[in-house]
């Protein structure tokens, strides 16, 4: 496990911004992404609000190209082409000089092509099985992001689909580690996606307690101030859309041709809670041993994290939990960190939320700024951090930054980067 893995490429598409430029300007200067959904469908619904996209991707993809894709799959080419093009990687890849036997994807998603599944069943239903879409299958399959962004890129090494709900995108880019690590890979694109803002969805979440019904009710109500991790007033999450993709490569092959180098890539965690198909362990055990082994893989030391990109979904137990990881790992240095949630802004991602947020933790490094949790105007006694309310800078120096995700079923996972 020698080589040293660097992030060359960023893209993304979130409900703050169709591109990384303008997600991370939105995210600095803490403007939500949340909206009173506009479907006919939404009337009905307990839960109004979601973080819609803010561009289509229409805008983005062929039209015809973009029919042919989920809307999960839609986000992770937009964020893809970006981030690939980001890289440098286009003119490789149109030269023929990149060796696409050592070229990966590791794209995760928390449900897959859900959309494309259900409007098929309302198909089947109304119009009978004739009528079903031929291109359904491959449309719904988990594994279609990771597929259509091989197909583009021309990937013929390992084309991974990390499937563990909340923390898909965030094990996605471990696993992207271990490739490259291993020498199975010299560049893997990897992230994660999900598009699950549809009535289905919505509707469980909704009844299972898991959403906020702030601003769904009679009187209506700010949807922006609904998201509010660590904040005494919180209720639930709110349901969020897109994607975030990184490039990652050995820092030989990205030093090699000259690639302008993010940040690198120091560790990953991953473990199982074994507690609760979804609630967390609520001592935050299993998200500790993850970061643990984070460190222990990055063989740095806690007081070298200085920030971290929270999993922080505003629940009233996840957030008391993860504070509790905090300080069981970082110890003494837990409430030096900067801490934050992007979640504020952009809702839950699922699938996509992880990835989405490591672009957010590399722009960090990147910039040495941290983006501020809006919405936390009472911090919950129980968790003793220090939450940035307002873009704060970071240390100079050689810093590090953790990435948080934890999922249903107990999945767990930690990854940290390193400033260049």
Not at 37 to 53: F, N, S
Not at 151 to 163: C, E, H, K, N, Q
Not at 302 to 313: D, K, L, R
């Amino acid at each position: 496990m020698s080589k040293r893995v660097v992030v060359t490429g960023l893209g993304t598409t979130s409900p703050v911004g169709g591109d990384v430029a303008s997600t991370w300007d939105a995210l600095l200067n803490g403007r939500s992404g949340v909206r009173y959904l506009t479907d006919e469908w939404a009337e009905e619904m307990p839960v109004k609000i979601a973080g819609r996209i803010a561009v289509e991707p229409s805008e983005v993809l062929e039209r015809v190209k973009a029919r042919r894709l989920d809307r999960s799959s839609q986000f992770a080419m937009v964020a893809a082409m970006e981030a690939w093009a980001d890289a440098g990687l286009v003119a490789l890849q149109e030269s023929g000089d990149i060796d696409r036997e050592r070229l990966g994807v590791c794209m995760a998603s928390g449900i897959g092509g859900v959309t494309t599944l259900l409007d098929n069943y309302d198909t089947l239903k109304e119009k009978g099985p004739r009528r079903v879409s031929p291109l359904a299958v491959p449309m719904l399959m988990p594994n279609a992001p990771a597929a259509q962004i091989s197909l583009y890129v021309g990937a013929r090494a390992a084309v991974i689909t990390p499937v563990s709900a909340c923390a898909s995108g965030n094990e996605a880019i471990a696993h992207a580690i271990d490739q490259i690590r291993l020498g199975r890979a010299d560049v893997v694109v990897a992230g994660g996606t999900e598009a699950a803002i549809h009535p289905l969805p919505m509707a469980a979440f909704a009844n299972m307690m898991a959403l906020s019904k702030t601003a769904s009710g009679e009187g209506g109500g700010d949807p922006t101030a609904v998201s509010r991790p660590w904040d005494t007033a919180r209720d639930g999450f709110v349901l969020g859309e897109g994607a975030g993709v990184l490039v990652l490569e050995s820092e030989e092959h990205a030093k090699a041709r000259g690639a302008r180098i993010y940040a690198t890539v120091l560790g990953a965690g991953i473990t199982a809670d074994s507690h609760d198909i979804a609630q967390p362990d609520p001592e935050g055990r299993g998200g500790s041993r993850a970061i643990l082994a984070a460190l222990r893989e990055a063989d740095i030391d806690p007081g070298t994290i200085a920030h971290v990109n929270a999993h922080a979904t505003s629940t009233p137990q996840g957030d008391i939990a993860e504070g509790l990881m905090l300080h069981a790992t970082l110890g003494a240095h837990a409430t030096d960190v900067v801490v934050t949630s992007t979640k504020s802004m952009t809702g839950h991602l699922l699938g996509g939320a992880g990835a989405l947020e490591a672009v957010a933790t590399v722009m960090a490094l990147h910039d040495r700024v941290s983006p501020p949790t809006i919405n936390l105007d009472d911090q919950d006694p129980q968790v003793e951090l220090d939450i940035a309310t307002k873009a704060r800078d970071l240390p100079s120096g050689d810093i590090a930054a953790l990435n948080n995700s934890f999922g249903f079923g107990g999945a767990n996972v930690a990854v940290i980067f390193g400033s260049i």
